[in-house]
């Protein structure tokens, strides 16, 4: 049967003929993502830099709409926001590893209310195994947040980079199962399929 073969054709898209893009993609993802989690420190340092330019541009791109925008009041609104935006990112490019220790507790905060609201879902689920596995996770949220604020400030050093980096890893390997899911049954080695006795 073809159906299923031509089943994302029908679509608009395959990914038939752009599966080998996709791995290679997914691939390079992958080696990303381990870098970044063999250098966490250098990873860390590197998002609290993006963050700072984005805050910087942030404010400059509202700085240029306020002299844009007509009437005093609309216009002081938006230059006080790109002031306390273009501030913010001149902040954190100026010590990035303060921005980094405040990252990493708001990081601890987002694990920790994550994990109590899963777990409080959880309880009120009917018993089944969806209710065991979303109580799982939210456990180990909450044990991931008592961990690093225990380990606080020294787990700013390499909390963020090690997430960043597991999760470019999750998502490279995530892209080179759809890639290989996708492959057409023509591109499978010909010594796959070749009968024994030949």
Do not use: C
Request: glycine fraction near 12%; avoid cysteine.
């Amino acid at each position: 049967m073809t159906t299923s073969n031509h089943s994302n054709e029908s679509d608009g898209y395959s990914l038939e003929n752009d599966w080998r893009t996709l791995a290679i993609a997914g691939g390079i993802v992958g080696l990303i993502g381990l870098f970044a989690m063999a250098a966490p420190v250098i990873t860390g340092l590197s998002v609290s830099l993006l963050l700072g330019v984005l805050l910087v541009a942030g404010g400059v791109v509202h700085g240029v709409h306020a002299f844009a925008a007509q009437g005093w009041r609309r216009s002081s609104w938006q230059l006080a926001l790109a002031l306390v935006s273009v501030l913010a990112g001149l902040a954190v490019l100026a010590a990035p590893v303060v921005a980094l220790v405040t990252l990493t507790l708001v990081l601890v905060a987002y694990l920790a209310v994550h994990g109590v609201t899963e777990l409080a879902t959880a309880m009120r689920m009917p018993p089944s195994t969806g209710r065991t596995s979303v109580a799982v996770s939210g456990g180990i949220a909450i044990v991931l947040a008592g961990l690093l604020w225990v380990g606080f400030p020294a787990t700013a050093a390499w909390a963020i980079g090690l997430l960043v980096g597991a999760n470019l890893l999750v998502s490279g390997l995530s892209m080179l199962t759809v890639a290989v899911a996708a492959r057409p049954i023509d591109d499978v080695s010909p010594a796959a399929t070749k009968p024994r006795g030949a």
